[in-house]
């Protein structure tokens, strides 16, 4: 965890989760951006609801992208993290999700509608996963090798996919 250099209220989290769980170990990446405290699950993975719950229980959120700072200062994360500079596909989960009501988005996290037309080519598309399952869940996504349109963009997905994903604290 040392390797991202991290700043005293990150290190306050730090104690705090050590506290909680035996879990946060050198597979976990913390930092601070703009406020916000990040964590991101680059060793494993979740469907969505065991996603929520792990973030929950740590004091933390499922991550919300609600505007371009938001976007860029995960983006800005990620990349001093240097979890992007090996990967040509990064996605992870987000708490954007349309459960309640097919085809409006929320943050679950924040009640707010998602209002940040930020959405992947053709997306969000629901497309059905199998006879009962359709998207109702958002990951964002980069994929260096697609064209354009793929830059932190949101997707929808079956919630029981399991996929990497971000807590975060909510700024004041
Ligand atoms: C992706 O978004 C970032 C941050 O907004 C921007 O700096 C970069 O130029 C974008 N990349 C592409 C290929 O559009
Ligand atoms: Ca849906
Ligand atoms: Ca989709």
């Known amino acids: 965890m ?8 990150c290190a306050i989290v730090l104690s705090v989760l050590a506290q909680l769980s035996a879990q946060a170990n050198d597979d ?3 930092a ?7 964590y991101f699950s680059d060793s494993f993975k979740l469907n969505w609801f065991k996603a929520m719950e792990y973030c929950r229980k740590r004091g933390m959120f499922l991550l919300s ?3 371009t700072q938001e976007r860029e200062a995960v983006i800005e994360y990620l990349g001093s993290s240097g979890y992007t500079s090996t990967r040509k ?4 989960w987000t708490s954007a999700n349309d459960l309640g009501e097919e085809g409006e988005f929320y943050w679950s996290t924040t009640g707010e509608h998602v209002t940040y037309s930020n959405w992947s080519p ?6 059905k996963v199998d006879d009962c399952t359709n998207e109702d869940c958002a990951v964002l996504e980069y994929w260096a090798d697609r064209v ?5 963009t949101l997707d929808d997905r079956s919630c029981m996919r399991e996929y990497h994903f971000i807590c975060e604290t909510l700024p004041e």
């Open 2 to 9: 040392a390797r991202f250099g991290l700043l005293p209220v």
């Open 28 to 30: 976990n990446t913390f």
């Open 32 to 38: 601070v951006f703009r406020q916000k405290s990040y």
């Open 65 to 67: 992208v609600r505007n």
């Open 89 to 92: 596909t990064v996605m992870f």
């Open 122 to 127: 053709s997306e969000p598309n629901n497309a």
């Open 148 to 152: 354009a349109g793929y830059n932190y």
